[in-house]
């Protein structure tokens, strides 16, 4: 799942079969983020906005590259769980159509078809 370019206050993504991405143009109030089969990355504004940012995930890595304050009333809350070599969290900022920064975690063909069972 990917969107990018969003304007939206309140935002809810879940994807059980894949990652999840969001790239904000305008500071959200409450994002809320979950994938069980990828990453999950949200990028917001690059502005002074800080954020409470919760992110959890079951073994893959978290990153926050954007300012915190555990007080602020903009909140991101990302979890990433399953298969901890398909994925992490990554909270940064984001630069209109592109990313200043975006992690994107891949594992080898051979890992992939092994964690999905298949050959």
Known sequence: MRATDVRSKIVAADSSGGGV????????????????????????????????ADVTSSGGSREVGVKTDPESTHIVKIDSSGDPSLGGVTVDQYVGGQSKIITVIVPPVDLAQKALGSS
């Open 21 to 52: 991405f969001v790239g904000f143009v305008a500071a959200p109030d409450d994002v809320r983020v979950s994938s069980s089969g990828g990453s999950a990355v949200v990028e917001v504004p690059h502005d002074e906005t800080s954020y409470r």
